[in-house]
């Protein structure tokens, strides 16, 4: 009887965990396609005429690199914006308004400037040009959808495996009255 409880607790998070992060891509690309790239500036979600300051090698082989405000005079500082280290973002020619070059997650921002890793892999060189100007947009972040969606699947796979009260640690959702998302908490059913 639990384990069917359980089975079904965790087959709705799932398609509600699902629902969310279609929601989020739609919102996204509604966004690119709908909303000036100004106004999404405004909005502190896409940074515009940005230029790249430096380049080098990080962690793994990732290509960092760092982006700034192009410079009119004095040194220039970003827009207000909600970027944060960890967002994922979708780099672009400033004067293309087509295709993505790259997709990268934001290891530093400050006030002047971004940093950006990117993935050099094998069948992909990112080539950017000092002088050429980019913009850089915030996309659907992907990292908690799957952090939340892993052990969801686990649990789902090995629900009727396991025998009632096997000593196995059992996924518990608790909901807080200020966050309406799932927050998983393992224990252990077999404390004797």
Request: with cysteine; aromatic share 6%; hydrophobic share 35%.
């Amino acid at each position: 009887m639990a384990s069917a409880a359980v089975e079904s607790f965790v087959t709705k998070q799932l398609d509600l965990l699902e629902l969310e992060r279609d929601a989020e891509v739609e919102e996204r690309r509604s966004w690119q396609e709908n909303i000036s790239l100004k106004e999404l500036q405004s909005r502190g979600v896409c940074l515009l005429k940005l230029q790249v300051s430096s380049q080098r090698t990080g962690l793994y082989g990732r290509l960092l690199v760092t982006f700034e405000p192009r410079r009119c005079g004095s040194v220039a500082a970003l827009p207000s914006n909600s970027f944060t280290s960890g967002d994922i973002v979708g780099l672009y020619d400033a004067a293309n308004e087509g295709n993505q070059l790259a997709t990268g997650i934001l290891t530093r921002v400050t006030q002047k400037s971004v940093t950006v890793a990117f993935d050099e892999s094998h069948d992909f060189q990112l080539s950017l040009d000092r002088e050429n100007s980019y913009r850089l947009l915030k996309l659907a972040n992907d990292v908690t959808y799957r952090r939340l969606k892993k052990p969801a699947d686990i649990l789902q796979h090995l629900l009727g495996r396991l025998p009632e009260r096997s000593g196995f640690i059992c996924a518990v959702a608790e909901r807080t009255c200020h966050h309406p998302r799932t927050s998983w908490h393992w224990e252990n059913h077999d404390c004797g």
